[in-house]
């Protein structure tokens, strides 16, 4: 089992950027897929990005392709998602997610952080 904790969210402004990470804890944190989620006030968690357990495949939600980047450093036991030109539609809780399987597939996710708060001002 493996433990997640976000870190990184905040305010900014539109056309800002903020990097969060995602710590993990527990073991073979290499062996996981690793996902970014997140949910508006209102509305249901959405999927943005993923990446393979090796870090050689990512995939991205197509409102956030171009504009986001998501990076994992095994040795650290950490995943990154760098968020540029940020929209105010960006603002919502953001979740770390780790799975076992097929990194692309959704379901697979099973194991979330507590969240971190990013807000884009207008």
């Not at 409102?63 to 950490?78: H, L, P, Q, Y």
Request: aromatic share 12%.
């Amino acid at each position: 089992q493996v433990q997640l904790v976000e870190s990184g969210g905040g305010l900014v402004q539109a056309g800002g950027s903020l990097r969060l990470s995602c710590a993990a804890s527990g073991r073979s944190f290499s062996s996981y897929a690793m996902g970014w989620f997140r949910q508006a006030p209102g509305k249901g968690r959405e999927f943005v990005t993923a990446i393979h357990r090796s870090g050689s495949s990512t995939y991205y939600s197509d409102s956030v392709k171009g504009r986001f980047t998501i990076s994992r450093d095994n040795a650290k036991n950490t995943v990154y998602l760098q968020m540029n030109s940020l929209k105010p539609e960006d603002t919502a809780v953001y979740y770390c997610a780790a799975g076992s399987g097929t990194y692309y597939r959704v379901g697979v996710y099973d194991t979330w952080g507590q969240g971190t708060q990013v807000t884009v001002s207008s």
